[in-house]
């Protein structure tokens, strides 16, 4: 059985825990270590860490799950008694904070552990940033001009936008949820209140077309024009029309824009810390990061990185975004209640209407 094929058997039956031919299929039946990783970094840069980590640990068979940022945290609460990850590769910070507060991650110290500001490492070494991703207003270039897309967030609440928007289902999507909690931050910001926030997120589902299941799906559905304009993250917009040719551009929100620090971790009680920690610090050196700036347009967390040896696209991002203000001890405490409060009250209000 292939690898795509096992990782795919996997993820729909959670890690081999619903039939003996998965269970088969996730065994070590080569001999080899298994290292278990969890991610939501997609098939192209997962595979391409897996054949390179492989390649000089022939002892070790890379096994990851692609999942959603939240659908990780979910996964692992449900397995904390008997851990099927090894480690976490990659979720918004604050997705990691709260797993750490839970007791559901190990400390690790990397080697380069003072090459990363301080708010893109934990203070008690649960988890430290391997890429900022800035999160962007995208659109399929066949459909709209540069000119007539939406320069900020509030105009792609312009009714000609209506049955128009895809958005990536923000249950499960850590880019969403970002973008969300920082719609809803600011409205605390401005107005003391989230009553703002909720109409914009109103008027948002007023214009959305459909809230789709996973990043594949969206893709598909921007290019062939089902959808015109989404809201996701920079470095997955960028490397969708650099790889694919997919028509599709973005604009960096001119007010300002979510920059998070995507992580990486040690899951508590994993079957191998030893290879997780090696494959942490793999997939995290220089020569990783530098090749996932060009391969996949991630911009490092890690400021020993210099900036010339960095793709033009990167480099602009790096100095192009401009972060958007926001209480991010507002947001940990508050975005899973928050979008808890959207889903039962919010989703599907206005779509259609």
């Known amino acids: 059985m292939n690898r795509f094929v096992r990782r795919r058997l996997g993820h729909a039956a959670s890690l081999c825990t619903i039939s003996l031919s998965v269970a088969m299929a996730c065994g070590t039946s080569d001999g080899r270590t298994v290292l278990t990783v969890y991610s939501p970094h ?25 999942m959603g940022s939240q659908e990780v945290l979910d996964r692992l609460r449900a397995e904390k008694a008997n851990p099927q990850a090894d480690l976490w590769f990659g979720a918004p910070a604050e997705i990691f904070g709260r797993a750490a507060t839970e007791g559901l991650l190990e400390p690790y110290t990397p080697t380069w552990a003072d090459k990363v500001p301080a708010d893109a490492r934990d203070a008690r070494a649960a988890w430290f940033g391997t890429y900022m991703t800035p999160e962007v207003i995208a659109y399929n270039t066949n459909a709209v001009t540069q000119a007539e897309a939406p320069k900020d967030w509030d105009d792609v609440l ?3 936008w209506k049955g128009k928007v895809l958005i990536r289902d923000p249950i499960a999507s850590g880019s969403m949820r970002a973008i969300f909690g920082a719609i809803l931050a600011r409205s605390v910001a401005r107005t003391g209140s989230t009553a703002e926030g909720w ?3 109103r008027r948002l589902d007023g214009n959305t077309k459909e809230y789709v299941l996973n990043p594949a799906l969206l893709y598909q559905k921007l290019g062939r024009e089902e959808g015109t304009i989404t809201l996701y993250n920079m470095p997955d917009i960028a490397t969708l029309e650099q790889r694919t040719k997919t028509p599709v551009g973005y604009v960096i929100p001119a007010s300002g824009t979510p920059l998070l620090v995507d992580a990486i971790a040690i899951v508590k009680g994993a079957k191998h810390p030893d290879v997780a920690r090696q494959y942490y610090e793999y997939v995290s050196s220089p020569a990783a990061l530098r090749d996932a700036a060009v391969k996949f347009l991630r911009i490092p967390a890690r400021t020993d990185i210099p900036i010339d040896s960095l793709p033009e696209v990167v480099k602009r991002a790096s100095t192009d975004v401009k972060p958007m203000p926001g ?8 975005l899973d209640a928050w979008m808890k409060y959207w889903d039962a009250n919010i989703r599907n209000s206005r779509r259609g209407k």
């Open 42 to 66: 997609g098939k192209e840069l997962l595979q391409h860490y897996e054949l390179g980590f492989e390649a000089s640990h022939p002892a070790v068979d890379v096994q990851w799950v692609d």
């Open 158 to 160: 312009d009714p000609k």
């Open 199 to 201: 109409e914009w997120l």
């Open 327 to 334: 209480d991010q001890k507002l947001m940990r405490d508050s």
